[in-house]
């Protein structure tokens, strides 16, 4: 029975070192072809961007969210709901700009960076900017053009990870020529 | 814990990114394909290390097939391989009918028109796929990287 128990929580957590390591041999491979950490970030952000527009339909079919009648709703649904389907992990909000179009997503743990070590060459790779693109394709698909930037990072000492999110604008359905 | 989705969407995403990025010449001579197949090894490598860290020695080859087969193809892709079989002579076949990372695809018409059509039995490897026919994958997989163990 114990041995039954044990092999739950370890395909639990090997499905998440599975993830895990599978970004990791994506970074890897993607620093290997670019050769510098700028492009190995646009190209982590495109794919990112890529990866959110397909998930916000997976996203919005299973969680039963409605539409957000704000950003703070916004930012609620992404922190509560989105980040702890896919990742297991609720980051906290903190950080409201006075306009209410900017806050901060604080991840006390990353699940990308387990394991994960910068090497001193690396030292402006922004490692988890898949996520960033992720939130930006997918927020795109629900009308809304937004910005996310990693601002702090444990993996270059900082205590915690912090994703700013911005809000440019919304984005208004295009009609079709001559549909109007 | 990361969701079966996310995973499903980063790694189509990652072969379409090694395609994409391919240079001249390199889909032919398959430098896509090893690209692939060395990030699925990193990624092997890196969860057979956790995986077995408390597990008995392996007694021989079969026992290590055995062992890909049942745990390993569980933790991975929830379910086990549908049949194994084998020349005793290193050769392990391993045919999965509901093989995970393609279902999304083979289970309607819409991308199996446009699927490689079979010549005989496929390389498959975790991390790069060519469908074969309806739901039905053969896998050839040889034993290196587990004989380290």
Same mark, same amino acid.
């Given at each position: 029975?114990?041995?039954?128990?044990?092999?739950?929580?370890?395909?639990?957590?090997?499905?998440?070192?599975?993830?895990?390591?599978?970004?990791?041999?994506?970074?890897?491979?993607?620093?290997?072809?670019?050769?510098?950490?700028?492009?190995?970030?646009?190209?982590?952000?495109?794919?990112?961007?890529?990866?959110?527009?397909?998930?916000?339909?997976?996203?919005?079919?299973?969680?039963?969210?409605?539409?957000?009648?704000?950003?703070?709703?916004?930012?609620?649904?992404?922190?509560?709901?989105?980040?702890?389907?896919?990742?297991?992990?609720?980051?906290?909000?903190?950080?409201?700009?006075?306009?209410?179009?900017?806050?901060?997503?604080?991840?006390?743990?990353?699940?990308?960076?387990?394991?994960?070590?910068?090497?001193?060459?690396?030292?402006?790779?922004?490692?988890?900017?898949?996520?960033?693109?992720?939130?930006?394709?997918?927020?795109?698909?629900?009308?809304?053009?937004?910005?996310?930037?990693?601002?702090?990072?444990?993996?270059?000492?900082?205590?915690?990870?912090?994703?700013?999110?911005?809000?440019?604008?919304?984005?208004?359905?295009?009609?079709?020529?001559?549909?109007? | 814990?990361?969701?079966?989705?996310?995973?499903?969407?980063?790694?189509?995403?990652?072969?379409?990114?090694?395609?994409?990025?391919?240079?001249?010449?390199?889909?032919?001579?398959?430098?896509?394909?090893?690209?692939?197949?060395?990030? =699925?090894?990193? $990624?092997? *490598?890196?969860?057979?290390? &956790?995986?077995?860290?408390?597990?008995?020695?392996? +007694?021989?080859? !079969?026992?290590?097939?055995?062992?890909?087969?049942?745990?390993?193809?569980?933790?991975?892709?929830?379910?086990?391989?549908?049949?194994?079989?084998?020349?005793?002579? =290193?050769?392990? $076949?391993? *045919?999965?009918?509901?093989? &995970?990372?393609?279902?999304?695809?083979?289970?309607? +018409?819409?991308? !199996?028109?446009?699927?490689?059509?079979?010549?005989?039995?496929?390389?498959?490897?975790?991390?790069?796929?060519?469908?074969?026919?309806?739901?039905?994958?053969?896998?050839?997989?040889? $034993?290196?990287?587990?004989?380290?163990?």
């Amino acid at each position: 029975m114990s041995r039954q128990a044990n092999r739950g929580a370890e395909s639990k957590k090997m499905s998440s070192e599975l993830f895990t390591l599978t970004y990791g041999a994506l970074v890897t491979q993607l620093c290997k072809d670019y050769e510098n950490d700028e492009d190995v970030n646009k190209q982590l952000d495109k794919m990112g961007y890529n990866i959110g527009v397909r998930l916000i339909e997976d996203f919005l079919a299973r969680s039963n969210v409605g539409r957000c009648h704000d950003f703070r709703e916004t930012a609620d649904v992404i922190a509560k709901v989105a980040f702890k389907m896919y990742l297991g992990i609720t980051p906290s909000i903190t950080n409201w700009s006075p306009a209410g179009d900017e806050f901060s997503l604080i991840l006390e743990n990353n699940p990308l960076v387990d394991f994960v070590e910068l090497p001193d060459n690396h030292s402006s790779l922004i490692y988890s900017n898949l996520l960033c693109g992720v939130l930006r394709g997918a927020l795109e698909m629900v009308q809304m053009a937004v910005e996310a930037k990693f601002v702090q990072d444990t993996l270059k000492g900082d205590g915690v990870t912090e994703i700013r999110m911005r809000f440019i604008r919304r984005i208004e359905d295009n009609l079709p020529a001559g549909e109007e | 814990m990361a969701d079966e989705a996310l995973f499903l969407l980063l790694h189509n995403e990652m072969v379409s990114g090694v395609y994409k990025s391919a240079e001249q010449g390199e889909v032919e001579n398959g430098r896509c394909i090893t690209k692939l197949e060395n990030m =699925g090894f990193r $990624v092997g *490598q890196g969860l057979i290390e &956790r995986f077995t860290k408390d597990t008995a020695r392996f +007694k021989d080859e !079969l026992d290590i097939m055995k062992f890909i087969c049942k745990d390993f193809w569980t933790t991975v892709f929830k379910k086990q391989i549908d049949n194994l079989r084998t020349n005793h002579q =290193g050769i392990y $076949v391993l *045919q999965d009918n509901k093989f &995970r990372l393609l279902t999304q695809m083979s289970s309607g +018409k819409q991308y !199996l028109e446009h699927a490689s059509k079979p010549t005989g039995t496929a390389e498959v490897h975790p991390s790069q796929e060519t469908a074969e026919k309806h739901e039905d994958i053969l896998a050839t997989s040889t $034993v290196d990287s587990c004989l380290c163990w």
